[in-house]
């Protein structure tokens, strides 16, 4: 009679987790929206450490079709921490908001979010607010 249950509970904790991770990867911090104005962010996200190597491919597909196909996506550079390697840190650079918003809905985003899911421990977005906008603008040319 366990069994029974415990499909259904899977499912729901799934999409209630699912939800969550959705919901933070499309809010955005910044609440003075300037849909001018690029939007920079860090993604720091933990993934079990069995899932390393799955993971970091379907990312590395996500990352190289979005800025190939999306006109809006400057960077998406992911990288990870050395000393541990379930720690994944993605510099993400969109010509705007809406170029974001755009992403958000892209194929290729949506398979990366829906292959990875089980794959993430933890995700946190911090909005980023840039130093020196002449150098950047420099150094990221597209």
């Known amino acids: 009679m366990k069994n029974i249950f415990k499909l ?9 987790i ?8 499309s809010s955005v911090q910044d609440t003075t ?9 860090i993604s720091e996200i933990e ?12 990312l590395k597909e996500e990352a190289a079709a979005s800025v190939k196909l ?3 996506v400057i960077a998406i550079f992911p990288m990870y921490i050395k000393a541990d390697r ?22 290729h985003f949506q398979k990366y979010k829906t292959t990875t ?3 993430v421990k933890s995700l946190k977005l911090l909005d980023m607010d840039v130093l020196d906008k002449e150098t950047m603008s420099d150094i990221f040319k597209k």
């Open 8 to 16: 259904p509970f899977l499912t729901i904790l799934v999409m209630l």
């Open 18 to 25: 699912s939800s969550q991770i959705i919901f933070a990867q």
């Open 33 to 41: 929206i300037n849909s001018n104005k690029q939007l920079v962010r």
């Open 47 to 58: 993934v079990y450490p069995k899932d390393f190597d799955a993971y970091c491919s379907i």
């Open 70 to 72: 999306e006109p809006g």
């Open 86 to 107: 379930s720690q994944i840190r993605i510099l993400e650079i969109y010509a705007n908001y809406e170029a974001y918003q755009q992403h958000l809905k892209t194929p």
């Open 117 to 119: 899911l089980t794959m």
